[in-house]
């Protein structure tokens, strides 16, 4: 009796175990996202677990019901889900794939594990379900991101390359031409800063949009990054030949971009072009030169559509050098200074000289005017100015020691120097350095420092001018300002560009012109120089003018300290 009943306690204690570990097992597959199949095929068992109702909205009971499992699996799939099933008819244990459901609005992982009998049918059969929707949706999110820009839909740089290599590829083969044409927006920097980043990120989209317009089979388009559109034409005629796009391009931009905060933007843009063979025959290097066709226009021709040409690489290769040996050369601050006299136009006595500055790289001459505006873009133009600043001055103050002879010593001043806030500050700091009066120094600045907004700039003039420096504008007539602006500006001297004296003799109208801004200059108090004066008949023409002072090669080429050593010594 003892027994049966100790039997009995086993066997509920057994039970209550077994069912607590199914209760257990049930929440578990309840808790985790799956749902879960197990099938013993033989003894048409079919037990469902976990989350069947969230998943498909049924459950199997049993194995006819898997049939309805089958309906709910996309078509396409539906003979790779059925063999996935049944991993021991291609005599595997297990199987694993990814396929959507409901016309793709969901997708799930099915995992498939059997365990087998003897003679290879499935005894056992676990099938577990996960839904991989959110995955699969991230999964393609960076699949698109890959290779499309998010803003326009456009490819995106790496994609826009490969598709590029598979143009050139059969270009080879069918001896055509693919043209790389480059879109850049003249300062966008200007709208995003002005207008914000939504209204600038709108312009970019609606640009985008305008130029998917032109693709097709044979032209692909991309948005690098920023303002920066790329299109690649395969053997670009007729309506997809580059001249067409341009033209189209600029009737479009023609009319005021409309936003949708009713603002209106009217945009420009610079376009380069390099085209396979030409070029070159690599996707990568072909877009670099696009790239310097574009930067080059950029810099001096704004606003315009410019083609590859071999000169102009030579040009980026020769300045590319160039700005590897300045680096160096600022380094060890290998310059050395010139000074031209300026000379008053009546009596030709001496005023005083202007600094330039001289570069023998490697025993070649390399003009300023090559390597001052690299100096300028990478910056060491603010290192070599202070050098210029400090020798100039102490190599004055050493004339002065020793000739007492009273002179201007003038020094051009980029305006990269002159935008610093430390500026004024710095030509104080080596005036009183070397004791040198302020009224004997004396600026140059050109035009192109006075684009900056107006107030600092004429602050900074004030302040160097109640200090007692003189502030001149160089290469006067080439740049923007006219001499109505110029009235409110705190300056002292103008110097008229070469290029008017250049044709003074000769042509009426660099005459009156010439005559004109030195009648005016005079009459608004400012002293005026002629620079880059080369005849007799130049020099005469502007002493009848009136012209104060004269600077060329015809009283004086820039000369070595030495030399205007030697000059003072004949003077005093
Ligand atoms: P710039 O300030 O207009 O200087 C006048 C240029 O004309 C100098 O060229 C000078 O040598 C040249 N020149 C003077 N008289 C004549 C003439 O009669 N005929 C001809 N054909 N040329 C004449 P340089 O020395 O080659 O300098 C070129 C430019 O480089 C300068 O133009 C100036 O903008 C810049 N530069 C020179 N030195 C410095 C410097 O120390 N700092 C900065 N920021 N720029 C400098
Ligand atoms: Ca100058
Ligand atoms: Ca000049």
């Known amino acids: 009796m003892d027994d049966l009943r100790y039997q009995v306690d086993l066997l509920t204690a057994m039970n209550q175990k077994i069912s607590a570990d199914e209760s257990m097992y049930r929440a578990l597959c309840e808790q ?44 396409d799939y539906k003979e790779v889900a059925g063999r996935a099933f049944f991993p021991e008819r291609d005599g595997k244990k297990e199987s694993l794939i990814e396929i959507p459901i409901y016309n793709k609005k969901q997708w799930v992982e099915i995992h498939t594990s ?24 991230y999964k393609e999110e960076l699949t698109y991101m890959a290779y499309y820009d998010s803003l326009t839909g456009l490819y995106n740089r790496n994609y826009f390359i490969t598709k590029l290599g598979d143009f050139i590829t059969k270009a080879e083969k069918e001896n055509a031409v693919v043209s790389v044409l480059l879109v850049d927006i003249d300062e966008f920097h200007k709208i995003n800063d002005g207008m914000g980043i939504l209204t600038g990120d709108e312009v970019v989209q609606n640009l985008g949009l305008f130029i998917k317009g032109f693709l097709g089979d044979n032209v692909i388009g991309s948005r690098f990054d920023g303002d920066f559109f ?16 341009y033209d189209t391009l600029m009737e479009y931009l023609k009319k005021p971009m409309v936003l949708t905060d009713n603002n209106e933007v009217l ?46 690489m030579n040009e980026f290769i020769n300045n590319v050098n160039i700005e590897r040996k300045l680096k160096d050369a600022v380094r060890n601050m290998d310059f050395s200074l010139n000074f031209q006299p300026q000379y008053f136009a009546d009596s030709k006595r001496l005023r005083g000289v202007e600094t330039l500055i001289r570069w023998n790289s490697e025993g070649q001459f390399i003009s300023p005017a090559v390597f001052i505006p690299i100096a300028e873009k990478n910056g060491s133009i603010v290192a070599i100015g202070d050098w210029v600043l400090e020798q100039a001055i102490k190599a004055h103050m050493e004339w002065k020691a020793k000739f007492d002879f009273d002179m201007i010593l003038s020094i051009n001043i980029s305006a990269i120097q002159y935008r610093r806030q430390d500026f004024v500050s710095k030509v104080i700091g080596v005036l009183k350095k070397y004791e040198m009066p302020a009224s004997e120094l004396e600026i140059e600045i050109t ?67 010439t005559e004109t801004i030195i009648y005016l ?24 003018m009136s012209c104060d002072l004269i600077q060329g090669y015809f009283l004086g080429k820039p000369m070595t300290y030495d030399a205007i050593e030697d000059l003072l010594l004949r003077l005093i």
């Not at 790329?230 to 796009?245: H, K, T």
């Not at 109505?484 to 004296?501: A, E």
């Open 230 to 245: 790329a299109l690649a034409i395969y053997e670009p005629i007729g309506n997809r030949s580059v001249d067409y796009i």
């Open 32 to 75: 985790s996202n799956r749902a879960f199949i197990y099938i013993q095929p033989q003894l048409n068992v079919v037990k469902t677990l976990g989350r069947w109702d969230e998943f498909f909205g049924f459950r199997p009971n049993e194995l006819s019901d898997l049939r309805s499992l089958m309906s709910v699996i996309d078509d």
């Open 267 to 312: 945009l420009s843009v610079t376009c380069g072009v390099a085209e396979y063979p030409e070029a070159s025959d690599n996707p990568l290097q072909l877009v670099n030169c696009a790239e310097i066709v574009l930067f080059k226009a950029k810099d001096t021709e704004r606003g315009t559509l410019r083609f590859y040409d071999k000169s102009l």
């Open 447 to 513: 035009e192109s420092v006075l684009i900056e907004d107006f107030n600092s700039v004429t602050a900074k003039m004030e302040e160097l001018r109640d200090y007692g420096v003189k502030v001149s504008i160089d290469d006067f007539g080439t740049g923007y300002s006219s001499l109505s602006y110029l009235k409110k500006l705190p300056v002292d001297t103008l110097k008229i560009d070469k290029s008017f004296i250049d044709s003074l003799v000769d042509d009426e109208s660099s005459k009156i012109i």
């Open 114 to 137: 059997v365990s087998l009998n003897s003679d290879d049918t499935a005894a056992v059969k676990i099938i577990a379900f996960r839904d991989i929707t959110k995955m699969h949706d």
């Open 521 to 544: 200059s005079k009459k608004l108090g400012y002293e005026i120089v002629a620079e880059g004066v080369e005849t007799n008949e130049q020099f005469e023409a502007l002493k009848d």
